[in-house]
Antibody, heavy 121, light 111 residues
Framework: EVQLVESGGGLVQPGGSLRLSCAASGFTFSSYEMNWVRQAPGKGLEWVSYISSSGSTIYYADSVKGRFTISRDNAKNSLYLQMNSLRAEDTAVYYC??????????????WGQGTLVTVSS | NFMLTQPHSVSESPGKTVTISCTGSSGSIASNYVQWYQQRPGSAPTTVIYEDNQRPSGVPDRFSGSIDSSSNSASLTISGLKTEDEADYYCQSYDSSNKAVFGGGTQLTVL
């Protein structure tokens, strides 16, 4: 069974840092591109970051560029998101998601259950 | 910046058919494929449509997707509505930089 388990969320003060982890199992993690997607309380989904299967290609949303760093360890079947200079508007549930390569496009599936990050003083 | 706009909410009765729209802000929505995700309260999203109109295995054929180039929009249609279909639905595509973009989400109420 494919499983993604996020961890590392919690309460942090504005300006602080947090590192999220996503442990993958049930599939060949090293073969798949991965993403972080977040959802602020009561709001919609917002794509945050993408990393290729090898880690050589990385993209960020403009809202987090320069503050967040995505990485992966294929030997440990794990995805990470280092979040620095956190702001109140970064408060959200953070999901990791596999990017499924289909014939003509890519889609997110499955998603983890998410980890809540709260930025507040 | 490329944006996808969805109605905030829709409602319909059990057994009926409902359509949720997703309109692209610029360019042609047909130039990048559209996915649709269902999110029930307290749960992670799951895919109901990918590549405009393809259903993942396990998704019932009551769910269908389409593209209307004339209105630059994608649509998710759910027929034979069931109470279990009550959820938030998000469209998703890609911008010109190949970055994922989500619509604002539509809350479906089945009453």
């Amino acid at each position: 069974e494919v499983q993604l388990v996020e961890s590392g969320g919690g309460l942090v003060q504005p300006g602080g840092s947090l590192r999220l982890s996503c442990a993958a199992s049930g599939f060949t993690f090293s073969s798949y591109e991965m993403n972080w997607v977040r959802q602020a309380p009561g709001k919609g989904l917002e794509w945050v970051s993408y990393i290729s299967s090898s880690g050589s290609t990385i993209y960020y949303a403009d809202s987090v560029k320069g503050r967040f760093t995505i990485s992966r360890d294929n030997a440990k079947n794990s995805l990470y998101l280092q979040m620095n200079s956190l702001r109140a508007e970064d408060t959200a549930v953070y999901y990791c998601a596999v990017l499924v390569p289909a014939a003509r496009s890519n889609w997110f599936d499955p998603w983890g259950q998410g980890t809540l990050v709260t930025v507040s003083s | 910046n490329f944006m996808l706009t969805q109605p905030h909410s829709v409602s319909e009765s059990p057994g009926k058919t409902v359509t949720i729209s997703c309109t692209g802000s610029s360019g042609s929505i047909a130039s990048n494929y559209v996915q649709w995700y269902q999110q029930r309260p307290g749960s992670a999203p799951t895919t109901v449509i990918y590549e405009d109109n393809q259903r993942p295995s396990g998704v019932p054929d009551r769910f269908s997707g389409s593209i209307d180039s004339s209105s630059n929009s994608a649509s998710l249609t759910i027929s034979g509505l069931k109470t279990e279909d009550e959820a938030d639905y998000y469209c998703q595509s890609y911008d010109s930089s190949n970055k994922a973009v989500f619509g604002g989400g539509t809350q479906l109420t089945v009453l």
